[in-house]
């Protein structure tokens, strides 16, 4: 299937030298390092909202004064409703009305449909809450699992996120790096390959920012065709997380979902999020697009930019559908 997608350009970024595959962990060794994380966040006196407390109005009120063009792009993949070998239970739409026959009759009659998604699926794009993971029967910030609940979550849910995140988004884009279109399914970003990404584009990653880690997903989902990621797929190895750490990220996206497959660390399955949002209290973002956005952040010689994310007011839910806009 071939892609209508613009390819991001590398003519000028050097082709780096290979470097060895990041080396799977210990379940102990990813374990120091989740402590590590943890005890880490809790020296940032972080609260409720997690890494969101880094988010500031002075910073939000910075990142905005920083638009210049106006220019508005989305950062999600239109959602889908027709099965794949990533999307068992795609998300279902269908109209309600008009009524066969309906829309010829005189007077008012109106269009009605009905929507319904797997939020935490692996193809539409979504926000993970703070209570969406456990680990070792504790939440972030060591808030019991049992405020999870079949009718709902009573702590960390999606409306800590009520009023929206906007903030200085900053993407960087790992197959650019490297030279290659995308990354393939299996390899895995490194806290080096952010580092080098940072310095390719000339750009920083700062306190508060929201981090976008492109791997080529959705390049290659369109140019190949869909597969099964829960066996294989892009993402983080979990000492990247270090990375986010230093930088003081306050939300981390992907076009993957920031876990790579098969797992650094084989008695877990997604460390990343584990240490994201279990220990960092770091809201992810999971299956995006960027596809849109590389080439206009190649034509502006820029690669931040105001991000307004708004998900949906769902009090006890632990995601949510979303749309981010990049603001250049």
Same mark, same amino acid.
Request: include cysteine.
């Given at each position: 299937?071939?892609?209508?997608?613009? #390819?991001?350009?590398? %003519?000028?970024?050097?082709?780096?030298?290979?470097?060895? *595959?990041?080396?799977?962990?210990?379940?102990?060794?990813?374990?120091?390092?989740?402590?590590?994380?943890?005890?880490?966040?809790?020296?940032?006196?972080?609260?409720?909202?997690?890494?969101?407390?880094?988010?500031?109005?002075?910073?939000? #009120?910075? *990142?905005?004064?920083? #638009?210049?063009?106006?220019?508005?792009?989305?950062?999600?993949?239109?959602?889908? @409703?027709?099965?794949?070998?990533? =999307?068992?239970?795609?998300?279902?739409?269908?109209?309600?009305?008009?009524?066969?026959?309906?829309?010829?009759?005189?007077?008012?009659?109106?269009?009605?449909?009905?929507?319904?998604?797997?939020?935490?699926?692996?193809?539409?794009?979504?926000?993970?809450?703070?209570?969406?993971?456990?680990?070792?029967?504790?939440?972030?910030?060591?808030?019991?699992?049992?405020?999870?609940?079949?009718?709902?979550?009573?702590?960390?849910?999606?409306?800590?996120?009520?009023?929206?995140?906007?903030?200085?988004?900053?993407l960087l884009d790992v197959p650019?790096?490297?030279?290659?279109?995308?990354?393939?399914?299996? =390899?895995?970003?490194?806290?080096?390959?952010? *580092? %080098?990404?940072?310095?390719?584009?000339? @750009?920083?990653?700062?306190?508060?920012?929201?981090?976008?880690?492109?791997?080529?997903?959705?390049?290659?989902?369109?140019?190949?065709?869909?597969?099964?990621?829960?066996?294989?797929?892009?993402?983080?190895?979990?000492?990247?997380? =270090?990375?986010?750490?230093?930088?003081?990220?306050?939300?981390?996206?992907?076009?993957?979902?920031?876990?790579?497959?098969?797992?650094?660390?084989?008695? #877990?399955?997604?460390?990343?999020?584990?240490?994201?949002?279990n220990a960092m209290g770091l809201h992810l973002l999971d299956w995006? =697009?960027?596809?849109?956005?590389?080439?206009?952040?190649?034509?502006?010689?820029?690669?931040?930019?105001?991000?307004?994310?708004?998900?949906?007011?769902?009090?006890?839910?632990?995601?949510?559908?979303?749309?981010?806009?990049?603001?250049?």
């Amino acid at each position: 299937m071939a892609s209508d997608q613009p #390819v991001p350009s590398r %003519a000028t970024t050097p082709r780096p030298t290979p470097q060895p *595959a990041p080396r799977p962990l210990s379940e102990a060794a990813f374990r120091d390092l989740y402590h590590r994380l943890r005890s880490r966040a809790r020296d940032g006196r972080a609260g409720r909202r997690g890494a969101l407390d880094r988010l500031t109005p002075e910073r939000v #009120v910075a *990142a905005a004064a920083e #638009v210049r063009s106006g220019r508005t792009v989305s950062l999600a993949a239109p959602v889908e @409703t027709r099965s794949a070998p990533d =999307d068992p239970e795609p998300a279902t739409h269908r109209m309600t009305a008009p009524a066969p026959g309906e829309t010829a009759a005189p007077g008012l009659a109106f269009a009605r449909d009905r929507f319904a998604m797997n939020v935490h699926g692996d193809v539409d794009s979504h926000l993970d809450a703070l209570c969406h993971v456990i680990f070792d029967g504790e939440l972030y910030g060591g808030v019991p699992s049992s405020t999870v609940t079949p009718d709902g979550a009573e702590a960390l849910t999606l409306d800590l996120v009520r009023d929206g995140i906007v903030g200085r988004g900053v993407l960087l884009d790992v197959p650019r790096l490297r030279g290659v279109r995308w990354l393939e399914p299996g =390899d895995q970003v490194t806290a080096g390959d952010l *580092a %080098a990404a940072e310095t390719a584009q000339r @750009t920083t990653v700062g306190p508060g920012d929201l981090l976008f880690v492109r791997v080529g997903h959705r390049l290659r989902r369109r140019t190949l065709g869909p597969w099964d990621v829960t066996r294989a797929r892009a993402g983080l190895h979990p000492t990247a997380m =270090d990375f986010l750490a230093e930088r003081g990220v306050s939300v981390l996206g992907s076009d993957g979902n920031s876990d790579a497959a098969p797992s650094a660390v084989p008695e #877990v399955g997604f460390p990343v999020h584990a240490l994201a949002v279990n220990a960092m209290g770091l809201h992810l973002l999971d299956w995006l =697009d960027f596809e849109d956005l590389v080439p206009v952040c190649e034509q502006q010689g820029r690669w931040h930019f105001l991000c307004v994310i708004a998900p949906l007011r769902l009090p006890a839910a632990t995601g949510s559908p979303v749309n981010p806009i990049a603001v250049l």
